[in-house]
Nanobody, 128 residues
């Protein structure tokens, strides 16, 4: 049984940093497209970042240079995805969700539209 669990959300002041984690267990997803999308109240879902099986990363323009996506495939049948977020701004406030799929190309937009596995989401709130 596949489980997807996110950790690390919270409240922080603008300019601060947070690191999100997503633990995916029950299958070896090391070759899959993995990433994060976010959704703020009243706004459309927005792709944030993705990383493919080879470790190639793609970022949405609003987060380039501030967010870093990475993953750890060290454990059998468990993959951990990270999103390190720096210089956070109020407009980054949203529910962040981890998603996994074999979608091609592996990019945040495609992964936001197509994802076979996803987590429950974790809230990030950035105050001015």
């Amino acid at each position: 049984q596949v489980k997807v669990e996110e950790y690390g959300g919270g409240s922080i002041q603008a300019g601060g940093s947070l690191k999100l984690s997503c633990v995916v267990s029950g299958y070896d997803f090391s070759g899959y497209c993995m990433g994060w999308f976010r959704q703020a109240p009243g706004k459309e879902r927005e792709g944030v970042a993705s990383i493919d099986g080879a470790g190639i990363t793609t970022y949405a323009d609003p987060v380039k240079g501030r967010f870093t996506i990475s993953k750890n495939n060290d454990q059998m049948y468990q993959n951990t995805l990270y999103l390190e977020m720096n210089n956070l701004a109020p407009e980054d406030s949203a529910v962040y969700t981890c998603a996994i799929d074999q979608v091609l190309p592996c990019d945040p937009v495609a992964l936001t539209l197509v994802h076979n596995y996803w987590g429950q989401g974790t809230q990030v709130t950035v105050s001015p």
